[in-house]
Each structure stands twice: as structure tokens, then as C-alpha cells.
């Protein structure tokens, strides 16, 4: 009996941390609709200015909790430093960007933390007076458990008090609810935003701080909380408060008692809840549905036109440069260069989805791990043929892609992209658990390509025929009438309804052509390779695909070659220096800010005129 | 617009004069090596690990270099991605002309190494990377590695531990090949040695994302008398933290892997375990000549003290050195030759790369955990030599069966 109460208690105390990092996460969200990768990176600034503080100052429990009030503060700081020299500059550019320059903090915290704090572990200092346990009946638990699992509680009474009794707490709600209408009548947006960012990120601080008796400050903190801090916000539905706490409670809780009946259960168990929840609750548990923004997405796009006589003579030239540049490169530029082939193609069938599709993909790794993992199985037992397996992997991989596109394609916005990272985590983690079939973590080894193709140059050739020929497939069914209707779906659920399309169902199957094509790219990726790992299905794959198509831009057909080309590229290059994720986290802000729209965008714009139809 | 400009003819700039790059002739009078491993990634151990191979490359080239050349290494970062490690050796062998590879740490990264080093007739040092299959399952003749492998380290700990008479046993490791490796070897060498113990639970957390409450009480909830535990880093502090919080080690017999090693126990300061059987460096207290020529030149270069990290990057360097010496060339077909049976000295006793799996003999130490001046370190230890925790010849043999 004792022993269930204490895992019970346990729970709830994990809850509690969970519900600390996950509600300012969720604040911030709903008020500015920013998509904050770097609250992880906060979380983790908390922890070790804590640390740092609680070791400086005289030891005491007064000291303690002054420390740790003092590091969330700073860390509150931070987030206004990075809010007012950043995203304010962006709110004009779609959230994506956003997402994208957060990435960069992430780049630069990350590595600025490790100069400023140092490589090694720290573990935690105890809670003065809370540093032992209690007994019930014979089981323990830890004197901080309890008061963790009244921290919570007592956050979300504030919060609730601060949002629903005060004349800021009503404004914020008032702008979480319809932005553009408190705008309207006069609310000082910039202010507002800067306040709610400053609120969120002394949480997220708070947070990292205050789960300091329970481990510790490393390095690895601030991806490691990101994705959970997600899921548990959007389980509870994206700007519920209440909804973040009842979600916390459900994870901590199902974790608790997951690992008696299924020890391996952690490492999946999250994202299944949020694809029950999603499922059966489209805007989470306690989420309402977003309010329609009243000018409507017209404009936001620029309207995709044919290519233009001169746009294919372009292209062409680009087709004859792609052809005779083995004559000029080294062997290894080939590698380079198949190696931004593939990702061109997979980033483009991200693009045909996100683009013309108006759906976003967190979890695009999926396909593009699973047409590798695919090819490389069928290689592995059956031993099939190269030319077989990459006709069979990204067919296979486009029935994935109906059946994870069945269920999302019912979502919209940030839900039906936390649904396909749902989905993706739940495929890598079978690839990964299922070690007897797919090799676990120790990968696929020894899959080359077949005998006429094992020379690099011809290999380069075969990668560029499907990938070009891929990317141009793709063009193509933008300009047909399914991808008419697909850009008509995204603009406008409403009119496309009352003409009688089924908006579902061309959405799903436009989910099935990107998986497919992904799944191409990933057949051909492990035969470049030679070797495949359950890391090109995870959260980070999927999230390179992402920036990559962000970085070239989704205004232009071209943004995703541009864009996976300068993302290989920068990578390749500075990653010899030392600190280059605080550099590449740089550039990433910089092309962000002067070019709002990608590079293929922003180069795309100005030679619009030259290359328009007439 | 001018800013936009600018920018867009540097990246464009830049972009072609990268891809552009004629592959620069080696020079004659230095070796080229190319050294990959997760720097912006587990910093606590590849930083120290960088300082050693650094150090053993000041002495190297400091005495002359190898047979008139100096050494040249040139280091990059995989990120921990087996992907960008593949490509990053692709770059150094063919555009750097390196002579051979060495590095990584992590197990999957050095299985695609494995696999690169096979398909190009690379020679691969593997300095870090434990599993088992790197030099067994899917072991080449391209490759070799330092370290004493999860089999090794797993069978020096079953060994002592079987000397303790615990029968009711349990297990908790990170949920990912090392951790399925450790306590897949440990079962085996246990088990044989004796049959009488049984296994009650195996607890299998998220690999840096424990949650030590609840993992400590389902390893109370199966009673056991002793516990092997494979968790390290942030997971072990968390771990150590709980369960003395909530009795768990009062009654129970701890074996635990790496835990002795500054790395992962120096973190854990005053609240340290004592009396857990562990595989460790305690550089402290090993008081060999050879040692301590290390430990002096380590300290002075550095200001701080050694982690394991740093013998291994120090004694991959110097394996490789002497390597060179006794080859007299850079063919890589002539490098593995002499690779096989290279015996050396190092600071923690000889090593030697056995030609059977290419597996060295490099040690490890084991000993008991205790506190000493507010401080976890590492009593009554030894120094368990490689060569005598690896299976049998026909065994190996049946092992590296292709």
C-alpha cells in the first residue's frame, strides 16, 4: 500500500516540474502564437544560474530560495533581451520564421552556456531543511517531492489569479483569444508581448531552477525538456493553463506506473498519449479551437506561377552545371553534392505539404528514415537489388504516409504538426526499441549500392536523375489541377467546402506523394551512406528539413534546393571551428532577419521582374 | 539592400570557392591523421579526451616526430551523428589525404565508421566507442580499438561480483545498445560463474531522461539483494540522489559500470556512494613510473587532473605513433599489418592490439567506491588487465564469423 502511494506522490512530483517548464511555454504561445524552442534553453539558463547563485551566496534555506527567485529573474531578463533585440523585428513574418530564429538562440545558448558554465555535470544542491524523507508505511520518499508537488499547485493558482483578476491578466487573455481585435482597439501590443515573454521565461527559468535537488544543470537539459515541454502543452491545449497542469499530471503519472509494467515504456510513452489525445480531442484536452484570423492567409503567399521562358533556360543551365561539374570537383564535392541532392528532394516534398499544402510536418524524418530503413531491410534480409529496393521504399513509405496522414490531416496548424512528430517519435521508436528486426541504435550496416553504380560519379549521376527528376515531379503536381485545389484548400477551408472538394482528402493524399518522395530521398540516403541509424527518423532530422526549407524560403519552387544546399554547406564548413554552433546560431538569426521571405525568397523577389511571364 | 546584397555575394562567393577547392597535395614532411569525435556534444568527456591526444601529440612531435615527420591531426566534430561522422571521414580521406582515422564515442557512430573504414580500406582507430560488435559482429580488418569493450568491463565486474553472495539480483541501464550490451555480457559471465543467482528485475530508463523516483521504486518493488547498474552522467547523479533518499542502497549490493571514473563520479562530490563495486581511474593512487610521467605532464600542461577521457585520447595518439614508427609508411595495407600485434607501453601498463579481433588489451580498474575528504574515489582496487576478460580464441573466432 505504502509503496503505491509513494509512486503515486512520485508522479505527482515529476507533474509539477513538468507543469513549470510547460506553462510559460504555453503562455507565451498563446498570446503570441510563437512557437519558442528556445524555453528548453531558458530552462537550462535557470538551472545553472541557480547553481551558480546557491554556491555563491552564504549557505541557508533563505539563500536558497532567494537564489533561486534571483535566477529565474535573470532568466526572465534574457527572454526580454532576446525578445526586444529578435522577435519583435519578425512578428510581421510568418510564425515559421520565428521558429526558426529561435533555433538560433538555441545554437548560441547552447554553446555560450558551455564557455560560461563549463563542460562538466553539476549536481544539484539539496533544499536546505528539505533535505531527507518521509516514511510512509515503510516506503520513502523524498522530503522535495512534497514540496514540488505543492509548488505546482501554488504556480497555477498565481497564474490564474494574475490572468483572470487583473487588468494585464484580462488583456492577455483578450489577445490569446483574438489578437487582432484587442490590436484594434487599442491594447499596446509590444508591450503586452514583451511583459507575457518576460512572464514566460522567468517560468521556464523557474523551472530548470527549482529542479535543481532532483538532478542537476547539464548541457543536455534544454533539448531534452523541449520536446516533452510540447507535448505536455499540447496535450493540455496550446494557451490552457489548467489544461498544461491536468496534462502533466496524466504523463507524470502514466510514466510513474508505466515503468512497473513495461520498463522500455519511457521512451515512447508521452508521444502515444499525445496521439490518443490528439485523436480523439483535435485542440487538446482543455484547448479550444484557434480563432480564425479575420484578414484570412490571402497575401501571405505569394501566388506559385509556371516557369516563364526564361525561369526554364535558368533551369536548364542549372541542369547542364549539375551534369559537367563532376568534370571540375574533387570526389569529395561529390559527396557533398549528393548529400544536398538528397536532402534538396526531401525538403521538397516537406515543401509540397508546407507550401502549396498549407499543412506543417514536425515529423518529416519519418518518411525520409523510414524509406532508408525500408530499403536497407529489404537489402538486409532479402537481399534484394538496389534498383528494386529504391522502387519499393518510397512506395512503401507512401503508405506510412496514408496511414499517419489519415489521422493528421483532421488536425490543423500546430496540432497537426505536433501529430506527425507524434507519429514520427512513435516509428523511430520502434525502429530503435525493436533491436532483434532493425538493429536498435546499432544501425544497418553494409548497404552499398549495387556493382554498376558503386563509383562515386556514377552514383552522383543516378542521385541526381531521381532527385532532380523527383523535384520536378513534384513542380509539376503543383501546377496540376490537384495541386490547384491543394492551394485552394489552404486558402480558404471555407469556399473550398461550399464548392463541393473534399479538402480532407486531397489533403491526405498530398501527404501520401510527400511521404513517398521523401521516402525516395531516404532510400537513396543509405546508399550514399552505406549504413543506417535510428538518428535520421528523430526529432532533430526533422527538424533540419524544416529549417532547411525555411531557410531557402516557401514563397519559391526553389527555396528548398537553396535551402538544403545552404544548410549542408554552412554545416560542412563551420563546423571545424571551435564554438560553431554559437556562430551557425548566428547566421541563422542574421539571414533570418534581412531575409524574411528564405534566400530563395528574398533573391527570388528582386529578379521577379526579369523572370516573369509576359 | 546593400546589406542583402553584399550578403548574398559572399554566401555565393564563398559557396563556389568551397566546392571549388582542389584538393590541396599533402606536404611531404608531415603525417596527416584525421581525429572525429562528438565535441559539441558529452563535452565532459571529449574535452578531456582532446587534451590527452593533444598532450601525447606535443611529445610526439616535441621528440622529433615519427621517423623525421611531424604528426599533423586534424580534429572534427560529428555532432554525435553517425551521418555526419560518414561524410566527415569521406572529406578527410579524400580531400585532407589523412593516412588513417581515429576517435569517436559513441557506439553507433563508431559502427559506421566501422563500416566506412571496411568499404574504403581505411585504417580506423576507435578509441572510445564500447560495443562489443565493433570489433566482433561487424569487425573488420580495417579496424581497431582501444578501449576495453562493454563485454570486457561488464565480465572484470561479474567476476568480483560473484564473490559476494547475493543471489536475487536486478539490473537498470539506459535503454540503448550499450545499455542492452552491459547487461546482456554481465547476465552471461555472471550466470556461468554462478548458476545459483537469478535475475528479478531489469529496469531500462530513456538514456539522459530518467526518472530516478520511480525507476528506484520499481527496483525496491522486486526485492533485490544486488544491483547492476549501467547508468552514467546525468542519469547516475539522479539516480545516486534518489535512492539514498529513499533507502534504496541501505540493504543492496551495488555493482556499477564506468562509475569510478572522475567523469561521471567527481559530479556527485560529498553525496558520492560508498562501498559500490565499480570499473573506474583512480589517478590519485596509481603510483607507476610511467603514470606518473603522465599524471606531471597532463597537470602541467593543463593546470587540472586527468579523466579517463584523457588516457584514452593519450594512449590513441601514441598507439598510432608507434604505429607509424614500426611501419615506416603510410600504406594502409602495411599500417594494419602492423597494427595487429603492436604491443606499446602506456601510462596504465602495456597494450597490446590483438591480431585475432583487433581488440587491445588495454585495462581497467576496479575497486570499491568510498568517500575521502568530501570526495568519491576508488579503495582496494586493482588493475584488471584486457587479456584476461576476453572469451576464448574458438570463441572469438565463432564471434567475427562472417
Redesign the interface.
Known sequence: MGFYIVQLLTGLSDASALFLVACGLSLIFGVSRIVNLAHGSFYMVGAYIAYTLIDRLPQGPFSFWVGILLAATAVGLIGVIVEVLLLRRLYHTPELFILFATFGVVLIIQDLSRWLFGAEDLLGQQAPGFSGSIDIMGSYIPQYDIVLIIIAPAILAGLWLLLTKTRWGILVRAATEDREMSDALGVNQTRLFTSVFFLGSFLAGLGGAVQLPKGGADLLMDLNIIATAFVVVVVGGMGSIPGAFLAAVIIGELNAFGVLVFPESTLVLMFLVMAVVLIIRPYGLLGKKEAPEHGGTAGDESVLRPASGKLKIAGLALLVLVAVLPAFVGTFQLVLLIEIALFSLACMSLYFIMGPGGMVSFGHAAYFGGGAYIAALLVHYLQTPMELALFLAPLLTGFLALIIGWFCVRLTGVYLAMLTLAFAQICWSIVFQWGEFTGGDDGILSIWPSDWASEKIVFYYLTMILCLGGILVLRHFIFTPFGYTLRACRDSALRVDSIGINLQRHQWFAFAIAGAFAGLAGGLYVFSKGSIFPDEMAIPRSFDFLFMVLLGGVESLFGPIAGSAAFTWLHDTISRINLWQLVLGCIFIVLVVVFPMGIAGSIGSRLSRFFRPR | MI??RT??TV?MV??AL??????AAPAADTIKIGEINT???L??FT?PYRNGWQLALAEINAAGGVNGKQLEVIS??D?G????A???A??LV??DRVALLMGSFF??VG??M???A??NKVLYVAAEPL?D?LVWA?GNRYTFRLRPSTYMQAAMLAAKAAKNPAKRWATIAP???YG?DAVKSFKKVLKALRPDVEFVA?????L??I?????I??L??AKPEAVYNVTF??DL??FV??GT???FFKDVFMVSLLTGEPEYI????G?APEGWLVTGYPWYDIKTAAHDKFLAAYQKKYNDYPRTGSVVGYNTMMAVAEMLKKAGTTDTEKMVDTMEGLTYDSPTGPVHFRKIDHQSTMGAYVGYTALKDGKGVMVDWNYADGKDFLPSDDEVRKLRAK
Open positions: 546589406v542583402k550578403l548574398v554566401l564563398s559557396f568551397t566546392l571549388g577547392l582542389v584538393p565535441y559539441s556534444k563535452t565532459n574535452f572534427r566534430d555532432a551523428k553517425p551521418g555526419t560518414v561524410t566527415i569521406e572529406e579524400t580531400k557506439s553507433h559502427l559506421a566501422t563500416d566506412f571496411k568499404r560495443s560488435a561487424k535503454n540503448y545498445a542492452k531489469e529496469q531500462w530508463p530513456a539522459f531522461k526518472n530516478a523516483g520511480s525507476e521504486q520499481a525496491a518493488a552522467g546525468g547523479a539522479k540522489r534518489e533518499l529513499r533507502g567527481d559530479p556527485l562530490k553525496e
